[in-house]
């Protein structure tokens, strides 16, 4: 099992920044990606951005690109999300997610999820 614990959510004004943490404990040896989603009243959850946990990959949606950034400091168990220029579309639970197999960017194969941070962008 994987416990996932996020942190940094809030209000910001559009424009500014954020900046989420999610802290894994537990079996984490057996984490091979790990993602930030988003999910806003009335919508599906979608993928934010995914980090190969073992490796130097990154994805990022189209919606986000440029403006988000998904690190990870593997020594803390760690995965980072560097919010800017933030819109109001972006308003929404963001959640942290690990997959046990496969670096995926399918919302479905994340097996272990936190219990999702909000984040509200005034306009």
């Known amino acids: 099992q994987v416990q996932l614990v996020e942190s940094g959510g809030g209000l910001v004004q559009a424009g500014g920044s954020l900046s989420l943490s999610c802290a894994a404990s537990?079996?984490?040896?057996?984490?091979?990606?790990m993602g930030w989603f988003r999910q806003a009243p009335g919508k599906d959850r979608e993928l934010v951005a995914v980090?190969?946990?073992?490796?130097?990959?990154?994805f990022y949606a189209d919606s986000v690109k440029g403006r988000f950034t998904i690190s990870k400091d593997n020594a803390k168990n760690t995965v980072y999300l560097q919010m800017n220029s933030l819109k109001p579309e972006d308003t929404a639970v963001y959640y942290c997610?690990?997959?046990?197999?496969?670096?995926?960017?399918?919302?479905?194969?994340?097996?272990?999820w936190g219990q999702g941070t909000q984040v509200t962008v005034s306009s």
């Open positions: 997610g690990a997959d046990r197999d496969s670096y995926s960017i399918r919302v479905t194969d994340y097996d272990y």
């Open positions: 537990g079996r984490t040896f057996r984490t091979y990606s």
């Open positions: 980090i190969q946990w073992n490796g130097p990959s990154t």
